[in-house]
């Protein structure tokens, strides 16, 4: 099939692309940056998604499928800029598959969509809405883009539309929430707080974003990897070292003494865990994960080690 990504220059976009390619599929990308080593089949356009010049690749290019993942997270973005690539990018791009014959579009999303909270249950299900934006603004534009992507399930109800909201990612690239929190040699935690974190290798997105393109998914479905594991052990087992600090302080030092930064909202998500039940998609798709939590952890510190003094 031809199936075109959006956001393909990013780390995972690369692997997922990858993926498409050595299982038969013709590859197409849309991305601001560039990708000078571009593998040879990837038909690459640098062009904004909300442009004219990317409405333009979906008419000439005919893609039978459309892998959304060009959204960002608060870590990377301002606010003007999250809600104008998050949400109006989104729109952008079910408006062009609608237009012009898209079968199948993957939104690929989060799972913090959710929301981190005490009285959150343990593990949450496609079916909850989301929690917690009142008390974390930066998580609006991002569950806004998933509700859009979700809606097209009866707006345009020729088109099946796949939404997955994935969990974090680590493994060799560095990229994601959970990989750019954890880079210093120092992690900070909040005393008496040891949140579960639930994430997966890069590769294991990859291999779940294929199996939905190759059943033709239709649904919101969550989709994770191995167990999730106490913060303390990712600290640890990707050779940093732990930070504890009281609430006042952790707030007080957000973004400096080489500490990550985080906007004050995000504390709920060092206190609270954010766990999703994928049942339905592995009985869905009958995907399993490859990569456990013990290698995606390893090979995180192989790659990023901590500078010894």
Known sequence: MRVLITGIAG???????????????????????????????????RVDIRSRPAEDVFRTT?????????????????????????????????EHSHRYGVKHVVFVGRHTYYGAGPDSPLYHVEEEPPMAISSFPELAD????????????????????????????????????????VRGPRVPMIIG?????????????????????????RGVYNVAGPRPVPLSLVVSATGRSAFPLPEFAFRATL???????????????????????????????????????DEAMREYRNTFPVPTS
């Open 62 to 94: 005919q893609p039978e499928v459309v892998v959304h993942m060009a959204t960002v997270t608060h870590l990377v973005a301002r606010s003007e800029d999250r809600y104008r690539i998050n949400l109006g990018g989104t729109r952008a791009v079910f």
């Open 11 to 45: 780390a995972t976009g690369r692997i997922v692309a990858m993926r498409l390619l050595e299982a038969g599929h013709e590859v197409i990308g849309i991305d601001r940056r560039s990708w000078p080593e571009a593998t040879e089949g990837v038909d690459m356009h």
């Open 255 to 293: 973004g400096r003494f080489g500490l990550p930064r985080l906007p004050p909202a995000a504390l709920a998500h060092i206190k609270y865990p954010v766990v999703i039940d994928d049942k339905a998609f592995r009985n869905a798709t009958g995907y399993r994960h490859e990569i456990a939590e």
């Open 193 to 217: 707080y040891d949140p579960l974190f639930q994430f997966m290798h890069e590769k294991d997105v990859a291999k779940a974003i294929e199996a939905a393109i190759r059943i033709r998914l």
């Open 142 to 181: 991002l569950v806004a883009a998933d509700l859009y992507a979700g809606s097209a399930l009866w707006r345009m109800p020729d088109m099946t539309t796949t939404v997955l909201r994935m969990v974090y990612t680590l493994g060799p690239t560095g990229h994601g929430t959970l990989a750019s929190f």
